[in-house]
């Protein structure tokens, strides 16, 4: 079982729609972050967090550390939010970085 | 500020050949890494560096060297390159807080 798990592995969407990625894990963590990996392939950091809820523009990510439990949020989709979001998790050194394979979402015009 | 940049952005190797990957950042970062990503797989820790002349190993560091002479750069040497390192190369930094990627290396070994 991957210490990282992500659901749902793809997501089509129409514009307008609320969306939810969700992403568990299994260990012990001191932060989770949320990644966005666009087609061409940069990735950019939209979150890090380690307790309760953090909001940017139309995303908003929240996390429960009892439950082992994350959720990115996206509002009113837009066919540019079309990428892969990536879950990473935090172990306890700083080199343990463990990521999760990815949620493909595609939003439709 | 540049952020986090790589070279090259594509190489071909054919197997046996060596190469060097240079990863570069300007935001004073302690913290920098090296990963790869394989098709339908999480990014894989290479390597990574909490500070100049300060490397340890990641995950998957068989077949990979790095240093790390300066707090903006560091390189992954690739030695004896074979089919299984085919993937594509990100180098990350930070400061303990978000992470600021390059925009990666797409390495086919041939």
């Known amino acids: 079982k991957n210490e990282v798990e992500q659901s749902p592995q793809n997501l089509t969407a129409q514009e307008g729609e609320f969306i939810t990625i969700n992403c568990s894990y299994s260990v012990g963590i001191s932060a989770l972050h949320w990644l966005q990996q666009h087609p061409g392939g940069g990735i950019v950091s939209l979150f890090m967090l380690s307790s309760g809820k953090k909001k940017h523009g139309r995303l908003i990510a929240t996390i429960n550390i009892q439950e082992k439990h994350s959720s990115l949020h996206i509002t009113a989709s837009h066919p540019r939010d079309s990428a892969v979001y990536i879950c990473a998790v935090h172990g306890g050194s700083q080199g343990n970085l463990i990521f999760g394979k990815g949620t493909k979402l595609s939003v439709k015009p | 500020n540049a952020g986090v940049t790589q070279t090259p952005k594509f190489r071909i190797l054919k197997i046996g050949q060596s190469m060097t990957l240079q990863c570069t950042q300007d935001?004073?970062?302690?913290?920098m890494y090296w990963y790869r990503q394989d098709p339908g797989m999480g990014l894989k820790l290479i390597y990574y560096s909490v500070g100049a002349g300060i490397t340890d190993k990641g995950e998957v560091p068989n077949g990979y060297n790095v240093s790390r002479s300066t707090t903006e750069d560091f390189p992954l040497r690739l030695e004896l390159a074979a089919p299984s390192q085919t993937s594509v190369y990100f180098c990350a930094s930070s400061t303990q807080g978000p992470l600021h990627f390059g925009n990666g290396t797409r390495l086919t070994v041939t």
């Open positions: 935001m004073n970062h302690n913290y």
